[in-house]
Each structure stands twice: as structure tokens, then as C-alpha cells.
């Protein structure tokens, strides 16, 4: 049965039918939105501590951060095509498991360099007493935050280029994951509730997500507060500016957890069990949508519009759809014809650069939040990051507000 939850042929229980709705699966995409976002954050949060550790200055770990973005304008517009028309449900979990994958990756710069030879001179295990006595006036600052002005005295030595190599690749290949997630997921609901319910639906989503910077920049909190190396005792606090956390830690959780729910993600089935089917309200005769038309068995030919009637919505539906098959058939040119129609739609176009410009103001501010409290106002990092945990559960209960009262609109 297509419509039911499982994996396959074989795999399909009968007691996971009662799941096939989109009351279940908006829990889940939820949930694994709020996962997406506390990535997202957990990096910002444990910049500080990779950039000591690895001595990376600032302006080399913005160009590192770009790979997310970089895999999303470059592969975007094809995943997103050639994802819609298949198992939309498996195309998200495929991308779950590879924003898990990316998450394991940046684990391997910890498990290749280890902890590094200041953060364990800093332990009673291998005490290095005159590193440890070291006064402000007389070290060498090497565990000093990197920055433009220090580069050349400091960050220049870094020993390889391996760690900066493999995080500008986990941010790339969680590029492609969070692609998938974002482009699909949407408009898999979207398609499979009543129109009226669709805004309440993704105001919901869009509440989980914002639930995820929070819980973010405490597990950054929690993991920072452990010592680089649990195995080891250090012999300074939390306080000293030569601490540094666990960093590596949280990646491991994430890259589970994102595992665990790609699985589950991918039990749902093509079509949702719809309660209160979605109606289109200019369709009287026939209530097909576009979806279901693409989705027929049998395609559309030509001598299906010998009754072409050119106010009717769904003649005019097939006309679209019977273009778009033929270009598709003849020659893969249905790419060509929906990105061509996508750059025709002003208020689409204008809503893109509304946010590439929101983009364009706030991604530093999320970027460099945590540094800034810690170098300014000389707070240690878990320190930092709680308080930036606040702000943003702060943030999170206006939204929850606001889509309360949006449900009681409606």
C-alpha cells in the first residue's frame, strides 16, 4: 500500500498506518527542524574555541563558514526539482543522514590533531608548570582568539591545513542536507492539507525551528563547560581564557540524533492519510490538483484536450501539465521550463531578495554574538553562550505568542 508508512515493498507494519497523517509528520519535520537549527547555532557557538584551537583567524573562518551556503546556491535548484517529483519523504530523510555525516566530519580534526599540546600542559596528567605560570604580561597570548591584527604573530603557524579543509566540507555537505529538508518538506505538507490549515501548519514548524537556537547555544553551554579532553584533569577553571571545551562533543550528539530521524522521516509514504482532504475551491467538476494530476498512472495525452475549454482551471492544469511532459520527454527540457516560469513570478523574485538581504544584515550578528560577549566583556565561553541561550528563549516565546494568537484568528 503506497499511502502507508514503512520502507519499501516488504517493510510496512500495519500498526504504523495510524502515523500516515500530517498531524504525525509535522511533529517529526518539526523536531527535526529545531535539530537543524541547534546545528546551525552549535557551530556559532563553538567558533571561538575551534578558532583558539586550531589558531584560524576570524576572516578565514567566514570563508569557511560560506561552504553551507555555497552547496546550497549550487545545487539547490536541482535537488529541489528532481527531489519534488519523487518519495519526497525519502528524498528528506537522504538528506538528514547526509547533514548527519556532515556533523561526523567535523569531529575529525579532534580525533586526527587530539586535544593539542597547550590544552594538555594544562593538566595534572602532563602539568607543564612554567606554561601554567604564565602571567598576562610575559605568554605568548597563543591561545588568544585570532584576529586580523594578530595573524601574522600568531595564527600564522597553524601546523596544517586539514582542519580548515574539513570543516569548509562538513558546512558544504550540510549545504546539501538542509537543502533538501527546507525545499521539500514544505510543500510535501502543503500538498496534503486543506489550504485554510497550511499557514497555521508552518507557523508551527516555523515555531519549532525557532525553539532550536536555544537549545543550541546550551548545548554549546554544556559541552564547553567539559574539559577538551574528558579523560584528563585540568588544574585551571572554566574562567581562565587558556580553558577550552569539549567542542567536539556536541557534534557527535547532533550527528546521532539527525541519524535517528532521518529513519523515521523516511517511514512516510508518498500521499498522506488526509482527515479533511484538501479542496480547491475554483475546481468544481473536478477536484484533482496539479499533484495528483502529475502523479497519475496513466499521463496525459493530446486527445485528452479535444474538449479544451480555455476558462476552465483544470483544462488549463493539463494543458501545463501535457507541456511539461512532452518537453521532459523529448528533450529534458522540464527543468528549463519551471525555472523559467519560477524567474517569471515577480513577487516570488522580490520575496528572494527580500531575504537575501535579511540574510545579508543578520548573518554576522548570529555569526559573531558569542565572540564578541566573550572578548568584550570577558566571559568565558558556556558563559557567552548562556546568555545568548536567554535572548533567544526570549525570541522563542513571542513566537509561540504569535502563532497562538494567529490559530485564534483563524
Known amino acids: 500500500m503506497p499511502d502507508t508508512c514503512g520502507l ?45 584551537r586550531f589558531k584560524i583567524p576570524s576572516k578565514t573562518t567566514g570563508i569557511v563558514m560560506s561552504g553551507n551556503e555555497i552547496s546550497q546556491i549550487l545545487l539547490s535548484l536541482t535537488l529541489s526539482y528532481y527531489g519534488g517529483r519523487g518519495n519526497r519523504p525519502v528524498w528528506i530523510a537522504w538528506g538528514v543522514a547526509v547533514s548527519g555525516l556532515s556533523c561526523y566530519i567535523l569531529v575529525l580534526p579532534h ?28 605568554r605568548d597570548d597563543s591561545l588568544a582568539v585570532c ?17 580548515l579543509v574539513l570543516t569548509f566540507l562538513s558546512q558544504f555537505v550540510l549545504g546539501i542536507g538542509s537543502t533538501l529538508y527546507y525545499a521539500l518538506g514544505q510543500p510535501y ?63 557527535i550528539i547532533l550527528g546521532t540524533t539527525m541519524l535517528m530521524f532521518s529513519f523515521i522521516i523516511a517511514l512516510f ?42 476558462n476552465d482551471p483544470v483544462s488549463i492544469k493539463k494543458k501545463e501539465i501535457l507541456h511539461i511532459q512532452d518537453a521532459t520527454a523529448t528533450k529534458g527540457e522540464g527543468f528549463k521550463i519551471a525555472l523559467k516560469r519560477l524567474l517569471k513570478n515577480q513577487l516570488l523574485m522580490a520575496n528572494i531578495m527580500a531575504g537575501v538581504f535579511y540574510i545579508l544584515g543578520a548573518s554576522g550578528y548570529m555569526t559573531y554574538t558569542i565572540k564578541y560577549l566573550e572578548t568584550q566583556f570577558q566571559k568565558s565561553a558556556a558563559g557567552a553562550n548562556i546568555i545568548a541561550g536567554i535572548v533567544m528563549l526570549l525570541t522563542t516565546f513571542r513566537l509561540f505568542v504569535e502563532v497562538c494568537q494567529a490559530k485564534i484568528k483563524l
Open 8 to 52: 519499501g515493498p516488504c517493510f510496512r507494519p500495519t500498526w504504523l498506518r495510524k502515523y500516515a497523517t500530517p498531524r504525525a509528520f509535522l511533529v517529526v519535520y518539526g523536531l527535526l527542524g529545531t535539530i537543524q537549527a541547534m546545528a546551525y547555532i552549535y557551530f556559532v557557538a563553538t567558533l571561538t574555541t575551534l578558532e583558539k
Open 147 to 163: 584576529s586580523a591584527d594578530s595573524y601574522d604573530k600568531i595564527c600564522g603557524d597553524m601546523a596544517s591545513m586539514m582542519p
Open 269 to 310: 509514504p508518498r500521499h498522506l492519510q488526509q482527515t479533511n482532504p484538501r479542496k480547491d475551491l475554483s475546481i468544481t467538476e473536478n477536484p484533482k490538483n496539479t499533484t495528483e494530476l502529475l502523479h497519475e498512472e496513466q499521463p496525459l495525452t493530446k486527445a485528452m484536450l479535444t474538449d479544451f475549454m480555455p
Open 111 to 138: 580525533l586526527v590533531h587530539g586535544p593539542g599540546r597547550d590544552a594538555l600542559a594544562l593538566t595534572e596528567e602532563y602539568l607543564d608548570t612554567h606554561f601554567y605560570n604564565m602571567t598576562p604580561e610575559n
Open 189 to 251: 505538507l502543503d500538498d496534503n492539507v486543506k489550504k485554510t490549515e497550511t499557514p497555521m501548519l508552518l507557523g508551527c514548524i516555523l515555531a519549532f525551528r525557532a525553539l532550536g537556537p536555544a537549545l543550541g547555544f546550551a548545548l554549546g553551554s554544556g559541552c564547553l563547560s567539559v574539559y577538551i579532553d574528558p579523560s584528563v584533569t585540568p588544574v585551571i577553571t572554566k574562567k581562565d581564557p587558556r580553558w577550552l571545551g569539549a567542542w567536539w562533543l556536541g557534534w
